[in-house]
């Protein structure tokens, strides 16, 4: 069965300072990553996948995450945090099966402060 | 907006009652998923409607139903309600692309259950 851990029920930070939201997983076979983003009373929206390739992958509004096969990791981060990053942050991944479906994380709530 | 509307945004009712969600889907998009959110269990995956057909099943309890129409559409059912159906529930839709797909999600719909 594939699973994701975010170990962090929530990040804080100062705005103009980089953030990291962890994300570890497992999973058989090389996995598909996605992170998502909720804002308050919004439904998710997607921010970036890893498919293969490129163990950096660049997403929407400056965001980019890390995969680390060895660590089995896939962090999202971002050089200088805004306030208005302030939301809750989904890791997911999903098998490289046919019918395979995504699993998500518990969430990561990330507070920057002003 | 992603494009993946949901219908009705909230809705109150009370124990024993059935109620209906509707989604629909991006354009051109075949597959619809429906995930339910609660702060116990967070974002857990029912069931997937790939152009009419059911294509995978998660943690959709008996008393729970969906379907897909030919406009595609699509429904979840939800009977016997119980206090602890309360939660939001999520539709998001995909259309294939190689090699895995990206889910997008829509706004939600707020079940309270009374």
């Known amino acids: 069965a594939q699973s994701v851990a975010q170990p962090e029920d929530q990040v804080n930070v100062a705005e103009g300072n980089p953030l990291t939201v962890k994300c570890t997983y497992s999973v058989s076979g090389n996995p598909y990553l996605f992170w998502y983003v909720q804002y308050p009373n919004r439904g998710l929206q997607f921010l970036l996948k890893y498919i293969t390739g490129d163990n950096l992958v660049k997403g929407s509004y400056g965001f980019e995450a890390e995969f680390n096969k060895s660590q089995t990791s896939f962090h999202l981060k971002k050089p200088s945090a805004l306030v208005s990053d302030s939301a809750l942050y989904f890791c997911?991944?999903?098998?490289?099966?046919?019918?395979?479906?995504?699993?998500f994380g518990k969430g990561t709530m990330l507070l920057v402060s002003p | 907006d992603s494009g993946v509307t949901q219908t009705p945004k909230h809705l109150i009712t009370a124990t024993g009652q059935r109620v209906t969600l509707r989604c629909s889907p991006r354009?051109?998009?075949?597959?619809v998923y429906w995930y339910q959110q609660s702060l116990d269990q967070g974002l857990q995956f029912l069931i997937q409607?790939?152009?009419?057909?059911?294509?995978a099943k998660g943690n959709i309890l008996e008393r729970f139903s969906a379907q897909q129409f030919p406009d595609l559409h699509s429904e979840l059912n939800l009977s016997s309600l119980e206090l602890g159906d309360s939660a939001l529930y999520f539709c998001a839709s995909s259309s294939w692309t190689f090699p895995v797909d990206t889910q997008y999600f829509g706004p939600g719909t707020r079940l309270t259950v009374l």
């Open positions: 997911a991944v999903r098998a490289p099966t046919g019918y395979s479906t995504l699993t």
């Open positions: 354009s051109g998009d075949l597959s």
């Open positions: 409607y790939y152009n009419g057909e059911e294509r």
